[in-house]
């Protein structure tokens, strides 16, 4: 490639990247009377040799954002989609090996799932779907030509426990009035991103089931460890995972304290022994860690609303 010049001054270009943001697919495989549903939210960012685009307006080296988005439709149809993961992997190849200016692809994926609808008296329906209410289901891939990064994860799961959460014991000073807790509803929606230890060589996982068991784990660990405080219930939630997971090699955990407030029924003459709460949205305590395999370091940022 030439060399590129860029104006006089003292403006340098930095890190840049462009692409087609929300590509909405739905796949539909007809296997007979039975039919199956892949619903995705695509999102492509490639970063590369852009210096002449910004300097002089130069589009030699730009692939369309448009033709990205063609891009998922035709894979969607040449490849189908059997996981988010490899799906993912599947553009960001080919973005890197097709297009010699483009130097990295990151594609971040969003899924939403469906179930059947059955019918009364008759078998599950084959073909009629009602969107799951559940969270969402996410991943990211990174490729550089050489290298490659899987973070998968999800959204908007809400969990609670009714019980078996205290909180006590807490550092006070003159500005606290929030009273002791010996039994405690605790809820939160967590957002969860797990790292995988794959680099593109040897075994590829399983990518939906090891989905499928570490949703299965959080879940596990959030129901079965007695709490004395979120951040243990996270520790255990994402120690769980790497313990389980080997293929996993890191867990970052985002969990908002849902509060539920015991109502004050008193002006009304009844009492309320741990029946009836406000659930109060914001603010909220908002509590974050990741959980390592040890001797790896950590990889996915911290703020993961920039994943």
């Known amino acids: ?101 483009i130097r990295t692809a990151r594609i971040r994926i969003e899924e939403y799932d469906w179930e059947r609808i059955a019918l009364p008296g008759a078998a599950e329906g084959g073909h009629s779907f009602v969107r799951k209410g559940q969270e969402v289901r996410l991943t990211q891939v990174f490729h550089d030509g050489a290298s490659w990064q899987v973070v998968s994860g999800l959204k908007d799961m809400v969990v609670l426990n009714s019980t078996d959460s205290e909180f006590w014991g807490y550092a006070k000073d003159e500005y606290t009035t929030l009273p002791e807790a010996h039994d405690r509803v605790l809820a939160t929606e967590v957002t969860a991103r797990w790292r995988y230890g794959w680099s593109g060589e040897g075994d590829t996982p399983d990518w939906d089931a090891s989905y499928a068991e570490t949703r299965r784990h959080l879940l596990e660990a959030f129901a079965g460890t007695y709490s004395y405080s979120l951040q243990q219930t ?46 109060a949205d914001r603010p909220y305590g908002l509590i974050e860690a990741t959980v390592l395999r040890e001797g790896r370091e950590a990889a996915i940022p911290v703020d993961l609303t920039n994943l």
């Open 1 to 101: 490639m030439a060399e590129t010049s860029r104006p006089d001054g003292p403006a340098v270009l930095a890190q840049n990247q462009y692409g087609k943001a929300e590509n909405r697919v739905v796949r539909i495989t007809r296997d007979g009377a039975t039919h199956h549903i892949k619903d995705l939210n695509v999102s492509v960012t490639l970063s590369g040799d852009m210096d002449d685009v910004h300097y002089s307006g130069s589009n030699a080296h730009v692939l369309p954002t448009d033709t990205t988005k063609n891009t998922v439709y035709a894979f969607a149809k040449q490849h189908g989609i059997e996981s988010a993961e490899q799906f993912g992997i599947h553009l960001a190849r080919h973005f890197v090996s097709s297009q010699e200016a």
């Open 234 to 279: 996270l520790y255990e939630m994402g120690a769980r995972v790497v313990g389980e997971r080997d293929e996993i090699d890191e867990i970052r955990l985002s969990l908002p304290n849902k509060h539920h407030f015991l109502a004050d029924l008193t002006p009304f003459g009844l009492t309320n022994d741990n029946e009836v709460y406000l659930a």
